[in-house]
């Protein structure tokens, strides 16, 4: 049995015919072919495929794409809208050597845009507690949480 | 590490959900949060012909005050929501300070207080809770309600007094007596990660200082929520000083039967147990006390 859906993935609406079992994470990747959304583990623990639904960030491999039908989408892609400048977030970890394989970086930058925004001025303790449910295997996580104390200070304007 | 193929139901009411529970009997699952139902499903351990997805049921989500003190709380209000909300805070304290310890944001964003009650993983935090507060499970069927006592709806392992054609709909919180402390406490390697072992502790205060009630509920330690009934009691009638306290706390660490896994050996769980213990006991005296 197959369900018509019509997902706003990054403002853009997108209807397609899914299967039931068809995960949130491989419809934003096989079906919009938006593959910056990365799977790691499928069951819940590592982040990478976090997304935001209807503005909160959400584990997407723990979701069927039929219950998204209606919400709202935000990946990766959608952080910037000029393919020349990145997300004041992205310029952060990319200054701040915050990734070097990448996978785990769409996870954590979706988990932290809407972390800095409820909460500008974190201290590096509550940085640590937001990545808690990301998982990197590269960078020891430090320079991911430099990455983000910077952004801060740049997305307060000093 | 995909689901193999279901039916899926969104229903809009509450009957309507039902309904399908009554036609699928075992066949069906609720969907809730999902946090713990997709994961079983993505690794086949879970494979149910047919979902009924909740989500959509905005009449069982919501926090509201029930009459002096009390607190209801629809089954697919967010764990998130728990978390923010000022009313949890004022009147079900224990709840409050419970719920940053759920796993990760992400999670609680989608995990749900029902969904986590009627999946009893032995190593969650709200079934404890929900004993330690005595919290009444409002349970409906096609062709009927009842209200289940936390003392009679966690069974067992992943186990609970639900039946296949049953959907918890509410939890209520009764108001705690007066002059009565609550605390919660939980050891786990990572911030977010199931506990190695928690404990939610309750006392409260005679008029004279004197304990006159006491409660210890441990999770991770067993079967689900697990409470050291006979420890407990050992400081009632007694003033809570250290010394109770400690007896109270190295009493419950014997008498719970902790497992031993991957991640402990059942001797360092009683070591944890008696610790996390005391410090949960001492705390929740010191709220009491404040209260006096
Ligand atoms: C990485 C990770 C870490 C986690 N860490 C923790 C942790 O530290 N502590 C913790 O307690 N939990 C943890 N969880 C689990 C999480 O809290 C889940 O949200 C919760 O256990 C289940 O709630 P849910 O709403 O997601 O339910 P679902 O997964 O949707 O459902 C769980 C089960 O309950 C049934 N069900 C759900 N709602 C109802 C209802 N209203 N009536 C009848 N049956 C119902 C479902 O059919 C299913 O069998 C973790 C999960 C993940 C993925
Ligand atoms: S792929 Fe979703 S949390 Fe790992
Ligand atoms: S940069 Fe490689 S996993 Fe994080």
């Known amino acids: 049995m197959t369900h018509s859906i019509t997902i706003t993935v990054n403002g853009q609406a997108y209807t397609r015919q899914v299967d039931a079992r068809l995960l949130l994470s491989d419809f934003i990747r096989h079906e919009l072919l938006l593959t910056g959304t990365h799977v790691g583990c499928e069951h819940g623990v590592c982040g990478a495929c976090t997304v935001l639904f209807d503005g909160e960030p959400v584990r997407s491999c723990l979701m069927f794409a039929v219950q998204a039908d209606g919400h709202a989408i935000t990946t990766v892609e959608g952080l910037s809208s000029d393919p020349e400048r990145l997300h004041p977030l992205q310029q952060a970890f990319w200054e701040a050597h915050g990734l070097q394989c990448g996978f785990c970086t769409p996870g954590f930058l979706m988990t932290l845009v809407p972390f800095l925004e409820a909460n500008p001025t974190p201290s590096e303790a509550e940085v640590r507690e937001a990545i808690s449910g990301n998982l990197c295997r590269c960078t020891g996580y430090q320079h991911i949480v430099d990455a983000v104390l910077l952004a801060a200070t740049r997305l307060n304007g000093d | ?292």
């Open chain 2, 1 to 292: 590490m995909k689901p193999a193929p279901f039916e899926y139901y969104v229903p809009r009411s509450l009957d309507e959900a039902l309904a399908l529970l009554a036609e699928h009997g075992y066949d069906a699952k609720p969907l809730a949060g999902g946090q713990s139902l997709v994961p079983a499903m993505n690794f086949r351990l879970a494979q149910p012909a047919v979902l009924v997805d909740l989500n959509n049921l905005a009449d069982l989500a919501g926090i509201m005050a029930d009459g002096e003190g009390g607190l209801r709380i629809g089954a697919m209000t967010r764990q998130r929501a728990v978390e923010r909300s000022p009313l949890v805070a004022q009147r079900a304290p224990l709840l409050a300070e419970t719920l940053p310890y759920i796993a990760h944001p992400q999670i609680r964003n989608r995990g749900t207080v029902g969904g986590s009650l009627a999946h009893n993983d032995p190593a969650a935090e709200l079934p404890a809770v929900a004993l330690a507060l005595d919290a009444r499970m409002r349970v409906r069927k096609q062709d009927g309600e009842r209200v289940v006592a936390a003392s009679d709806f966690f069974l067992g392992i992943f186990t609970t007094a639900l039946e296949p054609d049953e959907l918890l709909t509410e939890i209520v919180f009764p108001p705690l007596p007066p002059r009565s402390g609550v605390a919660f406490e939980e050891m786990a390697r990572r911030h977010g990660d199931y506990a190695l072992v928690g404990c939610a502790a309750r006392v409260t205060l005679a008029e004279n200082g004197k304990v006159s009630d006491s409660r210890l509920v441990f999770f991770s330690v067993g079967d689900g929520p697990v409470q050291a009934v006979a420890a407990a009691k050992t400081l009632r009638g007694q003033r809570p000083g250290p010394a109770a306290m400690r007896a109270s706390a190295e009493a419950a660490s014997q008498e719970i039967d902790p497992p031993s896994d991957i991640h402990a050996s059942a001797d360092f769980r009683r070591h944890l147990a008696q610790v996390l213990a005391r410090r949960a006991l001492t705390r929740a005296v010191d709220r009491a006390s404040a209260l006096r």
